[in-house]
Each structure stands twice: as structure tokens, then as C-alpha cells.
């Protein structure tokens, strides 16, 4: 059973995460960032394949997701929710991560509200994974259905909306610092999530030449804007292969 463990951040905020133990104390750490609607359980099956290969898991959620609080102005929110993470690494006596991996503004933040979340949910699910794997795996579309509308807030949609239409989610903007300090970058983007591997691939460059480092760029097959649910064996995969190599 998953563990709701809380911090307050300097702001005063609650964050909530969960921290896998791992086999060693040296254990590497793999920190894990959600999307919008997504509590850190979506990668419950994810945090299975990594423990199972020694790593520890960090995964938090973002405001207003699971039990994480809410900024009190829920219009003054920007990326600098990468601060929270930060605040909770120190917390956390986490000084060194061995990687990150983030979907969608999980993966920025490593770099308008509507009446009701449930109006959203089959239009969300339509756009991550298709009604075409929806159908063929009912028990994990039913999986991801619960938790989208069991573990987010009103609140916390608006502030990470906020977010994500503030200048700073424009990561085209950050390419030429994006990466600093890290020895290797791969980027994982989902065949089907709409024009997101023709943006990844400009990115890509971007990275590179902000960074004169290569950046890897792979597309697992069949996959949407969730890639570890619906592409989950190649997502493991590609992931376990860059961690350990």
C-alpha cells in the first residue's frame, strides 16, 4: 500500500511523495515527475521495475494533486514549482539524483479552469492513450480513470494550468541551459502523442547545440502522450537500458 508521505515546503506548502527504501544505502535514486491529473501513482508499475533493479524512487505530486497543497493565490503559479522539488531533495538529504524522468510538465519542470474534472477525464484519456487501447486494456484505462478524478483538486488543476501558461513552460526558451550538469539526456516521446515527435526532435537540436553534448531521441511505437502506461514494456526498456549504460 502506498505511503502519503508529507513535507512543508518554505512556502508553507505541503508536498506529499513517496521514497522506496532500495536494497543499499548507495542505492541510486530515479526521481519520477507527473503530468497534469496525474498523482504519483500513476507509475506504481514503473516503481516496480526500477526497485526490482536496486534503484530508490522519488516520486512526488504536483499542487493540488493527491494530498499536495495549493498555492493560497492560485494564479501566481510558474515553474518555479521545480523549487518545491528541490526543497524536498534537501529534506530528503538527496544530494546527488542518478536521473529524472518526467511526462509532460513533468518533464519541464526538470527544466483555465473548467466547472468539473469529470467533464474532462474521457477527453483526457481520448488524447493520452485512444480509444482504441482503452478498449483493448480495460482494467488499466479503469485504473487511470480512478485516479485521475480520485487525486486531483479543482484547485490544483487551475494552479498547474497556471502554470503551463506561464512563458516559462516554453522550454524552447531554456535549451541553452537545459541539461547543465547532466552527464547524458535521452528524451522519450510517445508515435501518437499528435505532433510531439516532430517538437521533440527540435528540441533535441536545440539541447545539443545549447549544450555541445549529443541527446538521444527515441519513439516507442504505439505509445501516446503517457508513454509508460500504454507503451509500458518498451518504455521500461529504453529507460533501463540508458539508466544502466
Known sequence: MVTYNKFTLPNGRAISYDLTTGDRTDSLVVVLSNSLCGQFRTWDHVVAVLSGKGYRVLRYDQPGHGASGVPNDLSSTTFAMADDVYALLQHLSLKVVHAWVGVSMGASTAMRAVGSLDELVEGTMQRW?????????????????????????????????????????????????????????????????????????????????????????????????????????EFSHLLLAFLQG
Open 129 to 233: 492513450f485512444g480509444s482504441d487501447w482503452i478498449a483493448s486494456n480495460e482494467d488499466e484505462a479503469t485504473r487511470m480513470r480512478g485516479i485521475m478524478l480520485s487525486g486531483t483538486s479543482m484547485d490544483g488543476f487551475e494552479t498547474c494550468c497556471t502554470a503551463l501558461s506561464s512563458a516559462t513552460y516554453d522550454l524552447r526558451l531554456h535549451t541553452v541551459t537545459a541539461g547543465k550538469g547532466c552527464s547524458e539526456v535521452l528524451l522519450l516521446v510517445g508515435e501518437k502523442d499528435a505532433n510531439l515527435p516532430t517538437t521533440m526532435q527540435e528540441l533535441r537540436a536545440g539541447l545539443e547545440r545549447g549544450n555541445g553534448k549529443p541527446v538521444e531521441l527515441k519513439v516507442v511505437a504505439n505509445a501516446g502522450h503517457v508513454l509508460f502506461v500504454d507503451g509500458f514494456e
